[in-house]
């Protein structure tokens, strides 16, 4: 059974750094790519990025382009979103989710991790 | 990017009705590259449908998807209980992907 885990909520003050995990089980955790998507309080969904965890290739969107950075760590089957300095705009779910397509950038995406709430408040 | 809007935003319908939402493309959107949603209050969203058309795996068959020619079109034959949820469409045609702003289908 494919599962994508994701780490617990957070709670952040603006300027502290965080790294969010997305852990991928039952199935070739480097042969699909990997996206983050974020769902900001009672609001739709905003597509950050993609990472193909084989080789790290990374893709943006310009609206998230150098505020966040998405890593993985393919030892782990483990996926990595992370800020260096939150804002409380950055208040958020944040969810990973699978491409369906092996190995394509073009994908829909058929499984989800739970989502992690993040809140940025002093 | 392509921005997608959804219509209506709102759908207040009662259980048995048929549900009819609607996606329209700022630019053209390939068949092959357009997905539907649910989101439940809570929850993540789920995969319905993808390539305008197909099903994902387990999706009913009350849940249908169609191409107008100027909108995407996605079709809930029969409502049942379950549902009562927010739709977004979304396109992966071209980069980056966009969702639309979603349509809630709420109980009349």
């Known amino acids: 059974e494919v599962q994508l885990v994701q780490s617990r909520a957070e709670v952040k003050k603006p300027g502290e750094s965080l790294k969010i995990s997305c852990k991928g089980s039952g199935y070739s955790f480097t042969t699909y790519w990997i996206a983050w998507v974020r769902q900001m309080p009672g609001k739709g969904l905003e597509w950050m990025g993609i990472i193909y965890p084989g080789d790290s290739d990374t893709r943006y969107s310009p609206s998230f382009q150098g505020q966040v950075t998405i890593s993985a760590d393919k030892s782990i089957s483990t996926a990595y979103l992370q800020w260096s300095s939150l804002k409380a705009s950055d208040t958020a779910i944040y969810y990973c989710?699978?491409?369906?397509?092996?190995?394509?950038?073009?994908?829909?995406?058929?499984?989800w991790g739970q989502g992690t709430l993040v809140t940025v408040s002093s | 990017e392509i921005v997608l809007t959804q219509s209506p935003g709102t759908l207040s319908l009662s259980p048995g009705e048929r549900a009819t939402l609607s996606c329209r493309a700022s630019?053209?959107?390939?068949?092959?590259?357009l997905a539907w949603y649910q989101q439940k209050p809570g929850q993540a969203p789920r995969l319905l449908i993808y390539a305008t058309s197909t099903r994902a795996t387990g999706v009913p068959d009350r849940f249908s998807g169609s191409d107008s020619g100027t909108d995407f079109i996605f079709t809930i034959s029969r409502l049942e209980p379950e549902d009562f949820a927010v739709y977004y469409c979304?396109?992966?045609?071209?980069?980056?992907?966009?969702f639309g702003q979603g349509t809630k289908v709420e109980i009349k």
């Open positions: 630019q053209s959107v390939s068949i092959p590259y």
């Open positions: 979304q396109q992966y045609d071209s980069s980056p992907p966009t």
């Open positions: 989710a699978r491409h369906e397509v092996v190995g394509a950038t073009q994908s829909h995406l058929d499984h």
